[in-house]
């Protein structure tokens, strides 16, 4: 069975946002790539979706939108029934990205985070007095955040009462609708260093992403396509012991 990478697009797009130069990679290294409508697979409309791909066995590495677990999942077993593959298992992502399936293993390196089970913001703010004292914190839900909103629905501030983190959860709850996934996160926020760049909305942090293959770190890069020196060496290198225990 044969490796490539399928993209997931929006309608009239040739790559995801940001995957261009990817996508233009592996076709100069030869490296099977295709792609489906991801808005048919998040609606559910299932129907001859991945038509495009090519006939021969191949076991696909997803890249795209950051799914929801039952969305990977359904898009797995479409696979399946066709005779392909991910290559990373449905469990194996809902461990990677659903954060109290991470947290464990991270607590010592990452802010203190409380969660819910709920869409209940008071039960939320309990919760996050209690473990992390007041406010600032970083909201979100168990998946992925909405800094794209970052003062209505991301960002607690210092001196935030109930009556404003409320407010903020509503935010978060209208920016996702039916796509929330299981319930409300609170971090405690870190203040990281911010580049001197303006997005609208939300504020730029030199952020870096580091990939690993079979527990090992293969490579890194600045998050934000923008003008910032890359790492000379893979930052925190524990974090090969950690992938590697998954």
């Known amino acids: 069975m044969r490796a490539g990478v399928l993209f997931g697009q929006g309608r009239e797009q040739a790559f995801p946002d940001g995957f261009d130069l990817e996508a233009h990679v592996l076709e100069d290294l030869g490296v099977p790539l295709a792609g489906f409508d991801i808005e048919d697979l998040v609606h559910g409309d299932h129907h001859r979706i991945l038509d495009g791909l090519p006939r021969r066995r191949h076991r696909w590495l997803y890249c795209g939108w950051m799914l929801p677990h039952e969305d990977y999942t359904a898009l797995h077993e479409l696979l399946r029934d066709r005779g392909d593959d991910l ?7 809902e461990t990677a990205a659903y954060l109290p399936c991470w947290y464990d293993l991270l607590a010592d390196h990452t802010p203190e ?3 819910t089970e709920t869409e209940d913001p008071e039960e939320a703010w309990e919760l996050a007095l209690d473990a992390l004292g007041p406010p600032p914190w970083i909201l ?10 970052w003062e ?8 935030a009462d109930l009556e404003r983190f ?7 709850l209208e920016f996702h609708a039916d796509r929330f996934q299981r319930g409300f996160v609170v ?3 870190v203040r990281l260093a911010r580049l001197p760049y303006a997005t609208p909305g939300h504020p730029v942090f030199d952020e870096h992403r580091v990939v690993f293959w079979n527990g090992e770190p293969v ?6 396509d923008i003008d910032v020196d890359p790492l000379e060496a893979v930052p925190f290198p524990w974090l090969s012991q950690v992938s590697s225990t998954t």
Request: with cysteine; aromatic share 14%; proline share 7%.
């Open 87 to 93: 290559v990373v298992h449905p469990d194996s992502f």
């Open 113 to 115: 985070t409380i969660w």
């Open 140 to 149: 979100k839900d168990h998946l992925k955040s909405a800094r794209q909103w």
């Open 152 to 159: 209505k629905a991301c960002f607690v501030p210092e001196g």
């Open 166 to 172: 409320t407010s903020i959860c509503e935010g978060l």
């Open 187 to 189: 971090r405690r926020f």
């Open 219 to 224: 490579a890194h890069a600045p998050y934000h």
